[in-house]
């Protein structure tokens, strides 16, 4: 859901393309690698040697289960956390006093429609914008959301639902970063057209508005997720990040207009560590799976990277020879490294400190601290590492040159996944039982004063290119969109609003394989639908001058719609060879995942068997704010007695599916957090009706998800099939159809499709 920008009480002052407003963060520590993305703090503040619990450096404690890092400014810490073990638990956003520990806001949160176990949750971070001082924070399951400081909620999105983002069980999603007007987040998306395979992509949105400028996909199939955060540098005149990706490369994207630079392939799986950069011309990369070129598992790796923004067609893919040193001692999945006066420093998997030369790769030394290690990174001030590990205990130690000398060993009781934060005289550790803060001295906890934030002068130079927000939109039948047009000089600095001087007009890109057109009319630099208008999807082309930009959307289902499938042309030949299409091109990542077919006379929808990574499925169909509906079909599983696939429904962030192999209905929303079921024995290539609707109690919190399934040639039945009780039920949520083939043996059918508004 996206609150309007005319809504966000927001002071905008425009002024040569940058904002102003009234609450600043400038200094802190406002994001979970520090004030220069990399883990070290500059400051000179003396910091505690020990960080034992009721000791005399001990100075508060907050209770949460936390696996990431706090972010501190303007006397507040800010932390991503999560309260509860099974079906009560909830995400949270955490506001705390920093000198005190005390409680002074939260926003709390429930995970949806994805497959996060064993409470892998809470891995990630909050972010703090210097400029505006709101916050910015991911869920585990793709909620994106923007704060002020004072924990008034500004705008969300729903990367799953509008974006097709994936979820996975290990629950890792990192931390957001920012650069200028834009906060920035990836993952692996399924999205449509072109977008509609599986990649990892980067998002732009805009930090004020959450409208999206830019999408980018760097990359090639990936094997794995990554929760890797950018890092920012300038690649000549241009502002670039660098980033780790699922797919096991290390990439430099553009970060003001998201154009994909160059790549570098690293890992045969994800890479999760951050880079470290090495002058202007040296990145430093770590992994701890099998590497490219060998069997082995993990390696540090420096590579030579381009020092000029290239020319001509891109992403560059760098050679292997790009390598300037290996080390194939460092084996770290998941801990980013430090880089500290010309050394290297990581936790590996065994759970040892290494320390490697940063010109040659060369290790200096390694202490062996605890059993293993997992996430947790260290952080370095003061002239000491603080070290958490997954042990339970956090590390102090020094470098003493060719050997490492522990300082104390502090057990915290319990497993530390998060990297260490300071603020002013104090260090902050965010175990799996609690947030704990360490200072000198436990009566006297200091707050550093504010800097002013400081922006950077307005571009003045000729616009070049244009920049169209939202790049990407989604409407239903009877809503309007209204665009934004940035003209950007050559380095993809704004310039100037220039919304008001240019023209719009339908667009169909050469390249696509779909030649399609939105269902809207253009009224100066608004698109507006009509109640009637049928789904379909398109892109639209701003001009101004002699310059275009471009943007692309769709118009989704709404209450009214439906889909019998039979006006939909098959033609094309699948791996079984049989004659087949697509469904709408408008249902999101569906083109790649299912196929329209024949079968018994009829056009129906069948999922698609030839990719394994789509065994399981969810495809949504309408926007995230709709609410109140009854959303229908005819369902079937192909197979026999012994084995078959499940089929279901999307309603309100509830999955409703008949499984057949265990002979139930189910209701899930994530299946540690909502499962619910009742018996049904689902015989296979047997048509049933199955409808959902999901009811609000009159206390606006609470509510009952219901169903019916019944054999289609047999009379609905008055009952409900399953009614599951919920005390805080989803408040809204798209409409999807669901799909599960269990080794991708046994597909599934959808047929006669009704959204409607419930009465």
Known sequence: MRIPARLLPVLLVFAGGLSVSPAQAASGWLNWRGPDQNGVSKSSVKLPDTLALNGPNHRWSFKAHGAGAPVIADGRVYAFGFYGETTDLEEALICLDVKTGAKLWEHRFRDYLSDTTYNRYGI??????????????????????????????????????????????????????????????????????????????????????????????????????????????????????????????????????????????LSLAGVNADVLLLGNDTLIGVHGKENVDATSMGRLVAIKIPTEYPKGPKPLVLPATAEIWRNDEFTAFSSSPLLVNNRVYSTVATGSLLCADATTGKTIWQEKLSPDQLHASPAYADGKFYIPMQNGSVYVVKDAGDKATVVSTNPLGAPCLGAPSFYGDAVFVFTKEGLHCFGPKASAASVPPSVAFVPPAPSTAPITQLQVVPAEFALSPGQAQTFTVYGLDATGRRVRDVTSEATFAKFVPPTALVKSEVDAEIVGHVVKTTATAKLSAGALQAKWNTLVGNTRGRIVAGPGYRETFANLPLGQKNPAGEDVGFPPLAWLGARVKWHVLEQGGDKVLANRLDVILFQRTMNFIGKPEMKNYTLEADIMTDGNRRSMSSVGLVNQRYLIAMAANSRILEVTSNHERVKESVPFEAAPNTWYRLKTRVDHDATGTGGVVRAKLWEKAKPEPAAWTIEVRQPIVHAHGAPGVFAFSPQSLKRVFIDNLSLTANE
């Open 124 to 265: 990630g971070a909050p972010l703090v914008d210097a400029e505006t001082g709101n916050i910015f924070v991911e869920s585990t399951w793709g909620q994106l959301m923007a704060f002020t400081r004072d924990g008034k909620l500004l705008w969300e999105r729903s990367m799953v639902e509008e974006f097709g983002r994936l979820t996975f069980p290990n629950g890792r999603t990192g931390s957001l970063a920012i650069d200028g007007p834009l906060v920035i987040t990836d993952g692996i998306t399924a999205n449509w057209g072109a977008d509609g395979p599986a990649r990892n992509r980067f998002y732009a949105f805009d930090k004020r508005t959450g409208e999206l400028a830019w999408f980018s996909t760097p990359g090639i199939e990936p094997v794995d997720s990554s929760f890797a955060t950018p890092v920012f540098g300038n690649l000549g005149d241009q502002r670039v990040f660098y980033a780790g990706t699922g797919c096991g490369y290390v990439v430099c994207i553009n970060a003001r207009t998201g154009e994909p630079v160059w790549r570098f392939h």
